[in-house]
């Protein structure tokens, strides 16, 4: 089995008093039993998203890459927020809606990730989630999941009628309960990070976590120290494991940079 090698891409930026380097890596692949690639992930400073679109024929491919598209435009004309990413799924509404392509109801795509918010006083993290694709952070060498999944079987889990385990292998596990579909959006959840060094963030669809635990993640982070490492590793190690789904992942990480260091792509943040 052959996995292109990724490119983990970096950015310096001074955080207050501190220089540190922002890296990071993605990767999409369609697995071992999917017809077609129907997730996409933009990974272009400040903003980290993976989508994974879901619908008959080609509609979740659109979705995805509607969302996907639509977010790169704010990336491009700046700055990146909360309000300019609601501006750009609306649109990404109304691009699926219209698509001839995108009768099924049931097409859409979830949307999930990261952007580092430049324009508060203090910088810091924000996740966004609409969907079951998710966003987990390694600190202090504990892996958390930051969201929360819009599902059938989260709200199952939550109502205490099923366990964490059995949720894995039940029959709704795969039912969402939040999209950005054809239909009136509904904007994502969001939760506010501090930014520290040491911190990786993993952002992926469920075609990864269908294949690894959590476990299996942390594991994979503590033996790849660069991003597009871990990338493939993890990659690989989903696809040896089933690839029952298209597996899309991107890994972010902030380091302190030494005192000695030097960057001549340095954004200094106050």
Request: glycine residues 8%; aromatic residues 4%; proline residues 3%.
């Amino acid at each position: 089995m052959h996995v292109a090698e990724t490119t983990t891409q970096t950015r310096n930026l001074m955080v207050a008093d501190h220089e540190m380097r922002l890296s990071w890596a993605g990767v999409t692949d369609q697995g071992r039993r999917r017809d077609s690639n129907q997730d996409a992930y933009l990974a272009e400073f400040p903003l980290f998203i993976v989508a994974d679109g879901m619908g008959g024929h080609a509609g979740g491919e659109i979705a995805s890459r509607s969302a996907i598209g639509r977010l790169q435009t704010v990336v491009s004309d700046g700055p990146v927020s909360r309000a300019a990413i609601e501006r750009a799924l609306e649109l990404a509404v109304g691009d699926i809606a219209d698509h001839p392509e995108t009768t099924d109801e049931g097409t859409g795509t979830t949307l999930t990730g990261v952007f580092l918010d430049l324009d508060a006083d203090l910088p810091h993290w924000v996740s966004l989630n609409i969907g079951d694709s998710r966003v987990y952070l390694l600190r202090d060498d504990r892996l958390l999941q930051v969201t929360t999944d819009h599902s059938v079987v989260q709200e199952l889990i939550a109502a205490g009628k099923i366990s964490p385990e059995e949720a894995e292998g039940h029959p709704y596990s795969n039912v969402i309960t939040r999209a950005v579909g054809a239909s009136e959006l509904t904007a994502p959840d969001y939760i506010t990070l501090d930014v520290r060094a040491g911190d990786r963030f993993v952002i992926c669809s469920d075609g990864l976590t269908k294949e690894l635990t959590d476990y299996g993640i942390q594991h994979f982070l503590r033996e790849n120290a660069d991003p597009a490492d871990a990338v493939d590793a993890m990659l690989v190690a989903a696809l040896e494991n089933g690839g029952r789904d298209n597996v899309t992942l991107i890994i972010v990480q902030t380091t302190e940079e030494t005192a000695d260091s030097s960057s001549t792509d340095a954004e200094t943040v106050e």
